[in-house]
């Protein structure tokens, strides 16, 4: 069966074709990023101008990479929440309108339960149920327990800043580009073992997260050392780094023990961190619990997951508009 996935929660417009939920035919991405770069974040009115000007071009582009017939499309989906308004608008419309036009059914699907079925694409072994799911974005930070693609329990989340925006405000406090995560991450590998010791925040609830004040932390840190060498500025996205990766993955691994389960899986765009990938299959082998990561292209906002998820979703009769 071949399923359209449309995502445009956030900067990018996207849209994919994929085959019985696993194979993905095409996949494209659009990224109004560089229009956002010099504000350090982005700007929901210039996301939305650009999804409304890209969105047909990039369905189209879609559709004919991946060399299926648009009669032969049975499904389409589109993310459905969280993300910015206006953005979310413009991908649910369009894929209204489509399932009007084509005459099939059409799949709204949550952008953080797509981030997880990222896993699930290709050919790679996959997670049995029930297993734990780590979101990491820019947007959210969330721990789940998932026993199946439509029974998804949320266990905790960020209760202010997700971790990808640490990363992000983290490196404009260093003036590093945007967004940050890639930016920290080349800085800390140079660096080596970070030597500052910032502290995520407790939070009353052991699988919440904070990392407002790890932020705050650096930035003090930062302004009473200024002028900060290259050297400092290293050491600071290192130890920054360190101290975000360890409580990520020690929340993680706190839910499989709650839960008692075996298997972890990783999403979203932090999950592209090369380090946190590496010390999360060491923590995690050494108590004898598997995990999961998407390749670094499916860790990023993409169709795929969406088109995929709702391949699942529809097999289990969830219509949005049949
Ligand atoms: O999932 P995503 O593409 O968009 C949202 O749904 O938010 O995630 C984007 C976030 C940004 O905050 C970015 O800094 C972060 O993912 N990110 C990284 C890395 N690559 C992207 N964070 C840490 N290390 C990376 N290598
Ligand atoms: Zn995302």
């Known amino acids: 069966m071949y399923v359209l996935g449309i995502e445009t929660s956030c900067d990018e417009t996207a849209a994919s074709i994929v085959k019985d939920g696993r194979k993905i035919l095409s996949s494209a991405v659009t990224s109004s990023l560089k229009f956002h770069q010099k504000y350090g974040g982005v700007i929901p009115e210039i996301a939305f101008r650009m999804q409304l000007e890209t969105i047909s071009q990039v369905v189209d582009s879609a559709v004919k990479e991946s060399g299926v017939r648009r009669q032969d499309i049975k499904l389409v989906s589109v993310t459905d929440r969280p993300g910015l308004a206006g953005s979310l608008f413009v991908g649910i419309s369009f894929a209204k309108a489509v399932s009007l036009c084509l005459g099939i059914p059409l799949i709204e699907v949550n952008h953080l339960h797509a981030h997880i079925y990222a896993n699930f694409l290709g050919d790679n072994n996959v997670a049995r149920f029930p297993f734990i799911a780590l979101v990491v974005s820019g947007g959210h930070t969330s721990l789940f327990y998932i026993r199946d693609f439509d029974k998804i329990e949320a266990l905790g989340s960020t209760l202010d800043d997700a971790c990808g925006e640490a990363f992000d405000k983290v490196a404009k406090i260093l003036g590093l580009g945007y967004p940050g995560g890639p930016y920290i991450e080349k800085l800390a590998r140079n660096s080596g073992k970070g030597r ?84 999360f299959f060491r923590q995690a082998k050494a108590r004898g619990i598997k995990v999961y990561f998407p390749s670094k292209e499916l860790c990023m906002d993409n169709a795929a997951m969406v088109a995929g998820l709702a391949y699942q979703l529809f097999k289990k009769g969830g219509c949005t508009q049949c």
């Not at 840190?221 to 200024?226: E, F, I, L």
């Open 196 to 279: 500052i010791n910032f502290r995520c925040s407790g939070t009353d609830s052991p699988l919440d997260f904070s990392f407002s004040g790890i932020k705050t932390a650096v930035m003090y840190y930062a302004r009473k050392n200024n002028p900060l060498t290259r050297k400092s500025v290293s050491n600071i996205a290192a130890s920054f780094q360190d101290s975000a990766i360890n409580v990520l993955i020690e929340k993680s691994l706190l839910a499989c023990k709650l839960k008692r389960v075996k298997e972890v899986v990783v999403g979203g765009g932090v999950a592209a961190n090369t380090k946190l990938k590496e010390e």
